[in-house]
């Protein structure tokens, strides 16, 4: 009989974990999104008053065009910039091939030329988010949960020079992780308490 609730605990976190990962994600990607609209709403706002002090002050010779503050300030435009910077496309974390970064992981393009194609970073997550929710459950589950630090430390080196070069993709990477390992050890905490004591 434990041997049939080990097999559900693993199938339940190491299956199951991935739509509740992409829920998180979703959830994130949500909260960033709202954050970024108001940040846009912030900065319009901004702009409408100094166009409208520098409009009153007959001092200024700046004239500013309101229809292009609008347009450039508007929060589908921001929120768009905001998202090409990130280096999202449909969700998929991607990095032009002749984009570069800086330290504060804003993208700076080499060269103002034709757009090159996307790679896609972080490549095999779906994998080694099971393996890692399998790792996590079964060392729950046997009474070793010190052989989750070997997990974190594995998929940590595995994906450092990606995470070095994508600040973005660290995010991404520090969200899937605890997410993937809360509902792993979660699933076996509960199994381990309620069906194998």
């Known amino acids: 009989m434990n041997a049939l609730w080990i ?10 974990g991935w739509p509740v990962t992409a ?36 001092s200024a010779d700046v004239t500013v065009d309101q229809k292009t503050v609008d347009n450039v300030t508007s929060g589908k435009d921001a929120a768009d910039k905001v998202t090409a910077d990130r280096g999202t496309v449909d969700g998929e974390i991607t990095v032009a091939a002749d984009e570069t ?23 095999g997550g779906a994998i080694i988010g099971v393996l890692e929710r399998l790792a996590v459950c079964l060392a729950i589950l ?24 994508t600040p973005v993709a660290a995010e991404r990477f520090i969200i899937g992780t605890l997410a993937s390992m809360l509902w792993a ?13």
């Open 142 to 165: 046997t009474g070793q949960p010190v052989a989750i630090a070997y997990v974190v430390a594995i998929k940590g080196l595995g994906r450092f020079a990606e995470l070095k070069e």
């Open 23 to 58: 829920l998180v994600f979703r959830l994130a990607r949500t909260i960033d999104d709202k954050a970024d609209a108001a940040k846009a709403a912030e900065d319009k706002a901004a702009a409408d008053r100094a166009a409208e002090e520098s409009a009153d002050d007959p």
């Open 7 to 16: 097999t559900l605990a693993l199938l339940t976190a190491g299956f199951v």
């Open 185 to 197: 050890a979660g699933v076996a905490a509960v199994v381990r308490v309620l069906f194998l004591s």
């Open 101 to 123: 970064r800086d330290e504060t992981g804003k993208s700076a393009k080499a060269a103002a030329g034709p757009q090159a194609h996307t790679t896609r970073i972080l490549r």
